[in-house]
């Protein structure tokens, strides 16, 4: 019988699983729909920009609702609201300081790239900094209260807003003022970051003081020390997702100056690369991003537990998160990995006018969604050690992931010997450098925190998906777009057969999963 503590986990589980669902969702959906409404090039050139903004946006709105659910939940009942106001006010400042140097370095981004056009749409994305300041950590507040249904609303709304104002926006700019797309597209994400915010605050005021309890207030310092580990951990996990569009971007464009390009046909060349690499990349994330809401879920369980000095809680919460998230990435991966044409074709019919053809694209899908599934499991690994006290340590794995995949992906492009062929060098080289660093990750949360991945579970999903992807090499797509997808369940019935006849117990497939 399960207690009220684990139900109320489970609940949050469904809510938060079913915002993240959507917000998978709408975000597909936005990376479907903008090459259409604005072209791939601009697509590209908006992903470029969307690149570097990333990296920081990420480190505020993950940073902002980890700490702050943390200091909420840790807070005496009387002060949680005071804990709330104090630390919102505390995240503001640092998101309006992030946003304000950001906008001092565009000269430098904008020199690096040799792209001056992505400097309107990164003036524009530096606002999106400040506004996160402000949301996310409203956001963290309802989830160190558990109010996971208001935290999943708040989700699915800024899904939605973000999604329909970036695509309409972007769209009028091209067809309605016959202007810059990719400018377009960053003002509608301003405009949608800017009109979640009251929502936010309408909705944080279900955080409320018990007048009857005892305790202290909201500790700068305590935050502080915790924030440090934090923000440097989520800086270099942002990294490690955004590292292959920024190498990609610069080196398409040295390409093509180098293979006899004017420099502004370069820059369009590059943008078109991108808009290609970011359309298979969009279904790439998938295995990290679905996977990911796990992480917070257990991190106010395991600060939780740790809290009360439980170490069987906290070994339990992250044995059960490692455990699930391997079995399930491995799953994603050879659905997605297995099949990778069939879900651009789905996605995307026979590419834009304007385009690439997408078969260069399935190579990188393919590619991406094994990298990034070991990036989910990686991720989850770090997030936990930080729920458990050590930032520090936390930071320093983050750290050692994105470093190998930086060193991997600037190898990969610099053994390229085509332009067409550097996104799929790219990836190959990110997806190495991931896979090294995941089990650095592993072999430390094991001795530090307890058991995350077993050797032998991991041996028998490696042999998984190796199986499902080369059976999936050998399934037909349907020329017919919505029967495409069916081609992946081939790949997929195949990872579990192989799993399942390799020794993993069926119940304990289902219970992880359900986990």
Known sequence: MSTPTESG?????????????????AGLAQNVLLPVAIGQGGFGAYKRALAFVNVVNNVIVVASIQAVSRAVAAAPATRRRETMRRATLFQAAIGLGLGLAFFAAIPLIVAHQRAPHLAAPLRVLAGVLFAYGLYAPLVGALNGIRAFGAQATLDATYSTLRTVLSIAVGWWFVHRLASDGALGTTLGFLASAVAITPLAWLLARRVRD????????????AHVMFLAGLLAMQAFQSL????DLIVLGRAATLRAIADGMPEALARQAADRLAGLYAQA?????????????AGFVLFPTVAAARARGDDRAVREGVSRGGAATLVVAGAMVAAIGGAPMAVLRFAFGRGTPDGLPLELAAPILRTLAIAHGATAVATLGATLVAASGRGRLAAGLAGTVATSAIVGAAVGAARSTSLLGLGVAIAIGLAVGIAVGCVVVAVVVRRVVGPYVMPLSVAR????????LSIGGMVPISSVRVLAPFSALVPLVAYLVIVLILG?????????TRA
Request: no cysteine; aromatic share 10%; glycine share 12%.
């Open 461 to 468: 999903v490696i042999a998984g998906v190796a199986g499902a």
């Open 240 to 243: 490690l997702l955004q590292v």
């Open 281 to 293: 990349q969009a279904f790439g994330l998938v295995p990290y991003q679905l996977l990911v809401a």
């Open 9 to 25: 986990t489970r609940r949050g589980a469904l809510f938060i699983g079913a915002a993240k669902a959507w917000f998978l969702v």
């Open 210 to 221: 018990d007048v009857g309890a005892e305790g202290t207030a909201f500790e700068v310092r």
């Open 504 to 512: 993993e117990p069926l119940a304990g497939l289902l219970r992880r």
